[in-house]
């Protein structure tokens, strides 16, 4: 038995036909390959290390050197070296301050702790200053008594004791001496006269004792 196909059945097979090529072919997506990528934004991997592509259907991902952040707030210069982050060197967290401890925390970063060290405030007429609640406190002060009688003692802050020589009276401590006065940060007199006109006596002068007379 012969089947007849009708004219109309034919045109209605050919638009179902053409309506499903394209000027390239008759697919209308390009070939996937392995990854099934159309475009890059389907091969992000979220690694700022790699530089992502799509090529040929085909995800593709080469290591960068690129800046980055290795999340750790301690390093310093973060680059990318194999497709990781890594950071060199370690933050300076040197507060300039004496009294307190100076040290990095990956997470907070720089940290500060205080510390009760022995420091100088700054003051030469203060001693055995030390740290207390970040600060340098002043000790005791410095002692600037030279037991000389001849020298004002005083204390400058920048330079410490001074010893300023005076032209007071003073006491040389010899008995053969009066009028004893300061000159140079010394204590001097001029000699006394041991002569009693006495032909009879060897006259001569004791510092502790002052003028002797012996009988001759």
Sequence with gaps: MRCRVSLTSLVILGLFLFSGCGAGGISAQPDAGDNGCTSVDQCGDSNPCTDDACIDGKCSYSFNQAPCDDGQACSVVDLCLGGVCVGSGTSDCDDGNPCTTDGCDDQEGCV?????????????????????????????GLTCDDDNPCTNDSCHPDSGCIFANNTLACDDDDACTQNDICSSGSCAGTQIGCDDDNLCTDDSCNQATGCAYTNN
């Design 112 to 140: 500060h702790y205080n510390s009760t060290l022995a420091c100088d405030d700054g003051d030469a007429c203060t001693v055995e200053d030390s740290c207390d609640q970040g600060a340098c406190q002043p000790g005791s």
